[in-house]
């Protein structure tokens, strides 16, 4: 798996990570993907808010809130195909949090291409 990760946008409230890359196979070994200690301020918390994402055909994404020791430990959303959405409340980082989203993948047996951008509040 290969990619990169941009912030588009980095804001005293607000963050967008656009994500592009190319998967292949499974993966249930979890990627450290957003790590806030790039982001100025740095946030306690990212609450998010909106997600974009085409995912080129079958294969799926999966985002995890969780701490160094436990990587998957909380699921954010899974991802897969192509949609949207805009969240009225959002989806907030746990307590204790340790401030990485990290990112998991499965059937992609060959290689399959994917764009993602995420919208947060910061905490």
């Known amino acids: ?7 588009t946008s980095d804001g005293h409230r607000n963050v967008s ?4 890359g190319q998967l292949e196979g499974t993966s249930d070994n979890p990627v ?3 790590n806030v200690k790039g982001m100025t301020p740095e946030p306690r ?3 998010l808010t909106g997600a974009w994402w085409l995912i080129e055909e079958k294969a799926g994404i999966q985002l995890w809130w969780g701490k160094e ?14 949609n949207a ?7 907030s980082s746990p307590k204790g949090w340790d401030g990485i989203i ?3 993948y499965a059937n992609a047996p060959t ?13």
């Open 32 to 34: 450290e993907l957003i």
């Open 17 to 20: 990570v656009l994500v592009k």
């Open 1 to 7: 798996m290969t990619w990169t990760v941009a912030m």
């Open 69 to 82: 020791a436990i990587p998957h430990q909380t699921l954010i959303v899974p991802l897969e195909s192509r």
């Open 111 to 123: 290689p399959r291409l994917f764009t993602l951008i995420l919208d947060f509040d910061k905490l």
């Open 85 to 91: 959405f805009k969240l009225e409340d959002g989806l």
């Open 45 to 47: 918390g990212l609450k």
């Open 102 to 104: 990290y990112m998991t």
